[in-house]
């Protein structure tokens, strides 16, 4: 047994991070236990990695743009060893900035496996090591924040193997670029990941089983990406199911058998059809936390899965982005210090897509808002005209917004540089804005912005 | 004598174009008269194309990058006569849609040099060409609105031969990058074409007199631009007078004679030392228009030179924006057909340098908000922990913010990707946001947004 604390924190991805510094702000001892590496899913094997990789290759999409215009020759072969030990390198920077800032914050790090010993103590065994008693620590709480985090799913048939059938988790370690790839799964992983490999010359293949790639997005909009994608040389199948996968043992490949007769041979498989929030704490149930039946934690308003326990990021299953992660950790620290009382709200969320193109979206899509029964308007413009598109060469995509009652509900964008203008959407979807306040604002001429204005004053029609 | 009209336009560029437009909307009879091409400046010999130059050798600068981290090999060659060929067809084709834009809006363009024949009449004449009485047309008009734009400035003895010692207008025309170049004169433009040249290959030196590059701009971010631009390979030097220029008949080449016994060869000069507001209309002064010692039409808070005379954009001498040139046009153009009377407001108006680094700024820098007797405070965040801007290789840079009650007053950055934010950073300063709002906001994660977010949540510490 040792020192109690006023917050214990399971789980030192986004969510318990920001939860952690921000209980600690507010003077409560905090204690934050991770089993694995600080910095969760998103700076060990997500977000992060993955933006470095598409960083660290941008060059090579520009190029094929500029050379696609005949503006110029040339090239740039990525060294992935070199991009790995680059990443090992940053990595770990930023997981010994994050334990330096906890640290600094007086919040103490138990490294190891949490266990609920009862509604108000964890036991932390040392994680993948044989238990052994003189290890384990007990540690009293007042509040319990749970930041769980998920990890990949994958469905019957799609087992990975970490060799040639891969999960993002893997497919972020690779040493060298397979010469071909299938990635099963076009949500926002599979969509930059496919890219990032196209890049490194891979011949990729991507197939999603809904009838549009990036299945939570606008329809027009993951049209439009599609047919990008498509052009820069992706071999793109939605609408497709996975009946299984052949490995071939003699020559180290695999075949993705497809529903329709058709099979894909390809040297590694990316399955990236989704994730699950990680609940396998002991425990939990006895403490009256509930699942739902897509497994995640069930909270109410107040981001509580029980009296004195909270759950936040993706294992509460709202949303998996380590930004509304962040957030809803810095609320629970908030509520759980009892410095606020009203229940949670989030404000508008962004949703991103990186790569060449980039997809944003605000709030609900068009067909969303329809769907929610609300009285709807849309507004789009496309970037062709933009000077700033143009001189990249990537003059493809469009901005879309969807009003309701004069103001505002969402804003989906896919082209070239679509991230430059999610800040500024998620203040006007947050705020309302109206198209008055759209005119009066001063946008920086030439921008990728200037689209998005575009999109905002264009004439709105009826869904 | 032709058709009279309601309003009068003498000027084709961003601030006329977007002033036919809103006054063709209130239903206002409009012509518009320009003497060259539609777009003025902006389009055909400033922003855009050099934004194309940008764009299209933006690879170039992230190949660098990535090759000083030693991720990979390779290279882009740009060719500037393709690129020429380009940009020729870029501005043609933007030219005919405004053409377009304004003949689908109603307004009539009358092509040739307009002068005022009393208070309200102007003639135009064919420009460029021997007066015949046969081609004048006499306009008469209910209201004027002088978006005459500005021109290259340059001092004495850095005259503009179009051959080796050029204006703006004339390196943008250039069919191949000259062995070695020195610009003269720091500011936007000249920070801009020097790091497309260098990225062409060229060996190029920056003088700026003032103490600092980017002269306008917060004396920390220009320090910090100026040490990006150095490790890049720019030759820059601030603090230096040029002397004169000595023209080397024989070789072709010019020596830039500077004030410390020193000289710079070099096979191009750029002068870009500023620019001067376009006022030489014949009959301004009978008119009551009355210009200001440093050339520029002097307006009151309606924008108005006399009582039915609007001057905006450039020539007006507020602002040299193309983005703050519309604006004003709109508000010239509504103020004219009676559909507003206050007077003129712009909100917070960004300024951007771009390039990699780019840099930007909302509101009076910090010592700006000094010498106004603001009590102020200034809150920062550097770049170096930022995910993207690591990915990029470009971790230099920061975010820099100043404060003044409370309440956000001004943002100025400079960082590769900084215009990501501009846009966010107009809206929180047009609206004066509180630490609190900045705090309650979701940014997407990763972004370069987030080194603005951290540089507004960042310790306040006094001027």
Same mark, same amino acid.
């Given at each position: 047994?040792?020192?109690?604390?006023?917050?214990?924190?399971?789980?030192?991805?986004?969510?318990?991070?920001?939860?952690?510094?921000?209980?600690?702000?507010?003077?409560?001892?905090?204690?934050?236990?991770?089993?694995?590496?600080?910095?969760?899913?998103?700076?060990?094997?997500?977000?992060? $990695?993955?933006? =470095?990789?598409?960083?660290?290759?941008? !060059? /090579?999409?520009?190029?094929? +743009? @500029?050379?696609? &215009? *005949?503006? %110029?020759?040339?090239?740039?072969?990525?060294?992935?060893?070199?991009?790995?030990?680059?990443?090992?390198?940053?990595?770990?920077?930023?997981?010994?900035?994050?334990?330096?800032?906890?640290?600094?914050?007086?919040?103490?790090?138990?490294?190891?496996?949490?266990?609920?010993?009862?509604?108000?103590?964890?036991?932390?065994?040392?994680?993948?090591?044989?238990?052994?008693?003189?290890?384990?620590?007990?540690?009293?709480?007042?509040?319990?924040?749970?930041?769980?985090?998920?990890?990949?799913?994958?469905?019957?048939?799609?087992?990975?193997?970490?060799?040639?059938?891969?999960?993002?988790?893997?497919?972020?370690?690779?040493?060298?670029? $397979?010469?071909? =790839?299938?990635?099963?799964?076009?949500? !926002? /992983?599979?969509?930059?990941? +496919? @890219?990032?490999? &196209? *890049?490194? %010359?891979?011949?990729?293949?991507?197939?999603?089983?809904?009838?549009?790639?990036?299945?939570?997005?606008?329809?027009?909009?993951?049209?439009?990406?599609?047919?990008?994608?498509?052009?820069?040389?992706?071999?793109?199948?939605?609408?497709?199911?996975?009946?299984?996968?052949?490995?071939?043992?003699?020559?180290?490949?695999?075949?993705?058998?497809?529903?329709?007769?058709?099979?894909?041979?390809?040297?590694?498989?990316?399955?990236?059809?989704?994730?699950?929030?990680?609940?396998?704490?002991?425990?939990?149930?006895?403490?009256?936390?509930?699942?739902?039946?897509?497994?995640?934690?069930?909270?109410?308003?107040?981001?509580?899965?029980?009296?004195?326990?909270?759950?936040?990021?993706?294992?509460?299953?709202?949303?998996?982005?380590?930004?509304?992660?962040?957030?809803?950790?810095?609320?629970?620290?908030?509520?759980?210090?009892?410095?606020?009382?009203?229940?949670?709200?989030?404000?508008?969320?962004?949703?991103?897509?990186?790569?060449?193109?980039?997809?944003?979206?605000?709030?609900?899509?068009?067909?969303?808002?329809?769907?929610?029964?609300?009285?709807?308007?849309?507004?789009?413009?496309?970037?062709?005209?933009?000077?700033?598109?143009?001189?990249?060469?990537?003059?493809?995509?469009?901005?879309?917004?969807?009003?309701?009652?004069?103001?505002?509900?969402?804003?989906?964008?896919?082209?070239?540089?679509?991230?430059?203008?999610?800040?500024?959407?998620?203040?006007?979807?947050?705020?309302?804005?109206?198209?008055?306040?759209?005119?009066?604002?001063?946008?920086?001429?030439?921008?990728?912005?200037?689209?998005?204005?575009?999109?905002?004053?264009?004439?709105?029609?009826?869904?």
């Amino acid at each position: 047994m040792t020192q109690s604390c006023d917050i214990l924190i399971l789980g030192g991805g986004p969510a318990g991070y920001a939860a952690a510094l921000e209980a600690a702000s507010l003077n409560k001892s905090v204690v934050l236990v991770e089993k694995d590496f600080l910095g969760g899913t998103c700076l060990n094997r997500g977000c992060i $990695p993955t933006k =470095l990789f598409l960083g660290a290759s941008q !060059a /090579i999409a520009e190029i094929q +743009a @500029q050379s696609r &215009l *005949r503006l %110029g020759q040339g090239g740039f072969s990525l060294d992935m060893r070199a991009l790995q030990k680059r990443k090992a390198l940053l990595l770990s920077g930023s997981r010994q900035a994050m334990a330096k800032a906890l640290e600094a914050a007086g919040v103490r790090v138990v490294q190891g496996q949490g266990e609920l010993l009862g509604p108000n103590q964890v036991l932390v065994r040392p994680a993948g090591e044989t238990t052994r008693e003189d290890k384990e620590v007990r540690i009293p709480f007042d509040r319990l924040i749970l930041a769980l985090g998920s990890r990949p799913a994958w469905p019957k048939g799609l087992e990975p193997d970490g060799e040639h059938v891969l999960l993002s988790d893997h497919i972020l370690d690779l040493q060298e670029a $397979p010469a071909s =790839l299938v990635v099963i799964g076009a949500g !926002a /992983i599979g969509i930059e990941l +496919a @890219q990032f490999f &196209l *890049r490194m %010359g891979s011949q990729v293949s991507l197939l999603e089983a809904a009838p549009q790639i990036a299945p939570t997005e606008d329809a027009e909009i993951s049209a439009q990406l599609a047919a990008i994608l498509k052009r820069q040389g992706l071999d793109l199948q939605a609408g497709v199911a996975v009946r299984g996968l052949e490995r071939k043992h003699n020559r180290g490949g695999v075949a993705v058998i497809l529903d329709a007769d058709q099979r894909l041979d390809a040297d590694k498989v990316l399955v990236a059809v989704g994730r699950k929030p990680n609940t396998d704490v002991f425990g939990l149930d006895q403490a009256g936390v509930v699942r739902s039946e897509r497994g995640a934690v069930s909270v109410d308003a107040h981001l509580r899965a029980a009296a004195h326990i909270y759950a936040v990021g993706d294992c509460n299953g709202r949303m998996l982005l380590a930004h509304a992660a962040e957030h809803q950790g810095r609320f629970a620290a908030r509520h759980a210090a009892g410095a606020i009382t009203g229940p949670y709200r989030s404000g508008a969320i962004p949703f991103c897509i990186y790569g060449d193109p980039e997809a944003i979206r605000v709030g609900p899509t068009a067909q969303e808002a329809a769907a929610l029964g609300l009285e709807c308007t849309v507004s789009r413009a496309v970037f062709a005209a933009n000077p700033v598109a143009q001189a990249f060469g990537a003059p493809h995509g469009l901005v879309k917004a969807t009003w309701n009652a004069g103001k505002i509900i969402g804003v989906s964008a896919v082209g070239h540089g679509a991230l430059h203008f999610v800040s500024a959407a998620v203040i006007m979807v947050d705020q309302g804005w109206t198209r008055d306040q759209v005119e009066e604002m001063i946008f920086a001429h030439p921008t990728l912005d200037e689209t998005l204005r575009q999109a905002l004053l264009a004439p709105q029609e009826p869904l």
